[in-house]
């Protein structure tokens, strides 16, 4: 059984600047995880972020991008705003099946 | 634009199947997958398994292998989830979304499936 784990929650001030991060219980997430990442509002389905490791949708805002980072995939939120508060989930490939992590739940205070 | 169009809210008893369908529009239905994820009240989103808008060629998460069957009609543009025996711990949202990459991009509204005696 995969486990895709995230950190359960994070708080961040406005205009600072957090790293989420995204692991895989198979090793070290690489490019052919294919990482993507959703933002989720209480009531509301989720909206996609980033796919493809650091590939932005059109809709997405210029202060979130995405990486690779110590052998997880990563979302870093610059200069955030209070609309930021959400809980964030990344999404993982492994060869046709999929995985979603626990999700983050990002305070903005 | 893409919209995808979930059909509305069940409730289901316990053992019973339910099928969610889901419309699509503003794109060309046969070059997408369509994937399929629940969340349950309060817990984390989980994929369910996608299906090949042209070939229909499906893909299922472990967990659900053998209760789950995705299909497509590409006359319609729609593809369905069914999921038989239900129990109790199947009481979720269930999502589509349009595949993007080896992700998704558009998601569904959500349809919310009670299953309770």
């Known amino acids: 059984q995969t486990v895709v784990t995230q950190e359960p929650s994070l708080t961040v001030s406005p205009g600072g600047t957090v790293t989420l991060t995204c692991a895989s219980s198979?090793?070290?997430?690489?490019?052919?995880?294919?990482p993507n990442w959703f933002q989720q509002k209480p009531g509301q389905a989720p909206r996609a972020l980033i796919y493809?490791?650091?590939i932005k949708h059109s809709w997405t805002p210029a202060r979130f991008s995405g990486s690779l980072l110590g052998g997880k995939a990563a979302l870093t939120l610059s200069g955030v705003q209070p609309e930021d508060e959400a809980e964030y989930y990344c999404?993982?490939?492994?060869?046709?099946?999929?995985?979603f992590g626990g999700g983050t739940k990002l305070t903005v205070l | 634009q893409v919209q995808l169009v979930q059909s509305g809210a069940e409730v289901k008893k316990p053992g019973a199947s339910v099928k969610v369908s889901c419309k699509a529009s503003?794109?060309?239905?046969?070059?997408?997958?369509i994937h399929w994820v629940r969340q349950a009240p309060g817990q984390r989103l989980e994929w369910m398994g996608w299906?090949?808008?042209?070939?229909?060629?499906?893909r299922y998460s472990q967990k659900f292998q053998g209760r789950v069957i995705i299909t497509r009609d590409t006359s319609a543009s729609t593809a369905y989830m069914e999921l038989s025996s239900l129990r109790s711990e199947d009481t979720a949202v269930y999502y589509c979304?349009?595949?993007?990459?080896?992700?998704?991009?558009?998601w569904g509204q959500g349809t919310l499936v009670t299953v309770s005696s």
């Open positions: 979304a349009k595949s993007r990459g080896q992700g998704v991009d558009h």
């Open positions: 503003g794109y060309i239905f046969t070059d997408y997958s």
């Open positions: 299906i090949n808008g042209g070939n229909g060629i499906t």
């Open positions: 198979t090793g070290a997430v690489t490019s052919g995880y294919y």
């Open positions: 493809s490791t650091s």
């Open positions: 999404l993982l490939y492994y060869g046709g099946a999929q995985v």
